[in-house]
């Protein structure tokens, strides 16, 4: 049974101290890993997808990494607009689902 | 376009009610897919429309009936829900099987009183 876990579940960061936040997985094969940023309220807003281990993508101040048991979620001087839950999600090869993880809440303070 | 609309964006029925949940994408995505969040939870997977035809239905039970009248619509109708069935719904879409991710909406914020 496919299983993502985050950690942590939540953080607090000082406005400009740089973070990661992790997810690790079991998936008997997996076809993409996705992060999802989400605000209260809001559906997730898609950030990255990662496909193979080695791989690596950036947005502004994310950078998302992938190794065969997780995929980490760093983030360079972060903003109090960061401030959200960040869900991890897998899918695995045989299917169209998406498996997520609990999330972490994240908030940053000016 | 690169939105998935939801509408009403919230609702209070009471469990006698009828109503539905409508999702409207224009992407050309062939698959919609409805996800059920309470708070502080991931959301869950409830039902899956591959090219218009119900792929997956996560053991939801029958006071949630799902339709996709076309390619762009997706309905969640309503009936006989209990107070428990309160919780965010998620539409999402997305091209068969998603590899390239989903977009959701905003959701539609459900109170059963």
């Not at chain 1, 993409?32 to 997730?44: A, E, I, N, S």
Request: some cysteine; proline content about 7%.
């Amino acid at each position: 049974e496919d299983q993502v876990t985050q950690s942590p579940e939540a953080l607090r960061l000082q406005e400009g101290e740089s973070s990661s936040l992790n997810c690790s997985y079991t998936v008997s094969g997996l076809r993409g890993l996705f992060w999802y940023r989400q605000d209260p309220g809001k559906g997730p807003e898609f950030l990255f997808t990662l496909y193979s281990a080695g791989e690596e993508k950036e947005k502004e101040r994310l950078k998302a990494t992938l190794t065969k048991k997780e995929s980490f979620l760093h983030i360079t001087a972060p903003k109090p607009e960061d401030s959200a839950t960040y869900l991890c999600a897998l899918q695995e090869t045989s299917g169209s689902r998406l498996t997520f993880g609990e999330g972490t809440q994240l908030t940053v303070n000016p | 376009d690169t939105e998935v609309t939801q509408t009403p964006k919230h609702l209070v029925m009471g469990m006698t009610n009828k109503k539905s949940l409508k999702c409207e994408q224009h992407m050309g995505h062939r698959a919609m897919y409805w996800y059920k969040q309470k708070a502080k939870k991931p959301p869950e997977l409830m039902f899956v429309y591959s090219y218009e035809k119900l792929s997956i239905n996560e053991s939801v039970p029958s006071r949630f009936s799902p339709e996709c009248p076309n390619s762009s619509l997706l309905n969640l109708h309503l009936h006989a829900l209990q107070p428990e069935d309160s919780a965010l719904y998620l539409c999402a879409s997305s091209q068969p099987p998603g590899v390239y991710g989903y977009t959701f909406g905003s959701g539609t914020r459900l109170t059963v009183v």
